[in-house]
């Protein structure tokens, strides 16, 4: 029998109750606060840029529902388009209107997209994509880089096997060898690594797929030539290039990483801000390629909550507002104010750090810089960042509960917040500091 209602429980009465029933006591494991240490909080309700706990605390929030709320928690447009449509109904498992609109949206909007097919997460996206990459190809083995998190599908859930270009092997169990034996690891950035491998072995590869900007390794933009290096190595052995614009799309310019560096990918794979936080994702791309897939051509694809009506009800009301607004110029400024500073308040703590800002998205190491690769981000202090972060929480500031994930802001984000921000950053510095300045 189901417990009291959790509205009057308190955040720690809730984690009791939690870990009894959920693995670990969440629905994805980043929230467990495993990385960084101490309990999470339960969110009672979020509010523009504040999350507010069971227990009354607030915080600034910078994980946005890890990207989607590029307009804050609760906006007006967003609740009034969910409202609108909840007395129609949640689901048909028939095709509406809106998930055209949406379509014709994202068309618009991401310079790759000519056609596209909407699932119900980012996972989903990645797996599709990759089955119509080899499909179209006809081609299994495909490449994929450390620190690029494509959602937790077989095919990417691989460790480096002992030679990169070798057979890949799981870095889970449960994950078949079979499952990973043609997925390809190299470090990001390391363009030579991958124009070697395709002089050995392009002709087998469906395809490259990366985060044009890695945002699941703490934030790593990539080095000048590093895309278009894997354009014309792609076009030149007959792979597909796939961007997962899961988290950048919409994130760091209103086209995603294909409009901002200037590189068309022939699939792209969107989630997060596209769903206003509903569960909506998308693969999409070339015609050509996107009518292999079914009922059109043969690679079966299918959902039966793909283009749901609520969801899509509140991502329309998003894109709507994107496609009227760019917000970038403006975030990508705060975002640069907000790292200057929560670098120079642990570095005046005397604790290395660097920081680095894409568009609406941010990060700092604590790690001298420069990161550029997974590799190099594994060399941070994340024992010290764990500390930092509790001492952040503290003050209600609420950051990425681990050293290897990304920040994100919302237009709701303000001076207000920016201050509280960089006056927690320097106090919880002190703390952390190994000999606290007197
Ligand atoms: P989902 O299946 O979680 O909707 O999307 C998977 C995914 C795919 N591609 C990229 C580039 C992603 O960042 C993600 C998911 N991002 C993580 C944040 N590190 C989701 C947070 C979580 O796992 O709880």
Redesign the pocket.
Known sequence: MASSPTSSSTSAELWDRARKVLPGGVN????SFKSVGGDPFFVERGQGPYLVDTDGRRYVDYIMS??PLILGHAHPLIVEALEDQLTRGTSYGAPTGAEVEMAERLVGLMPSLEMVRLVN??????MSALRVARGHTGRNRFLKFTG?????ADPFLVAAGSGVATLGLPNSPGVPEEAVRHTALLPFNDLEAVRSLFNDRGGEFAAIIL?PVM??AGLIPPEPGFLKGLREITEAHGALLIF?????GFRVARGGAQERFGVTPDLT?L??VIGAGL?V?AFGGRRDVMESVAPVGPVYQAGTLSGNPLATAAGNAQLRWLAENDPFPELEAYAERLVKGMVEALTGAGIPASGQVVGSMWGVFLHPGPVRSFEDAQEADTERFGRFHREMLRRGVFLAPSPF??GFLSITHGEEELELTLAAARAAAEEVADDPVL
């Open positions: 994805s494991p980043v929230r890890w990207g997460s980012g996972t989903e996206a990645t690029c998190y494509h959602g937790h985060e945002g699941n997962d614009e899961v988290m950048t794979t989630g997060k569960p994702g994930e990304a």
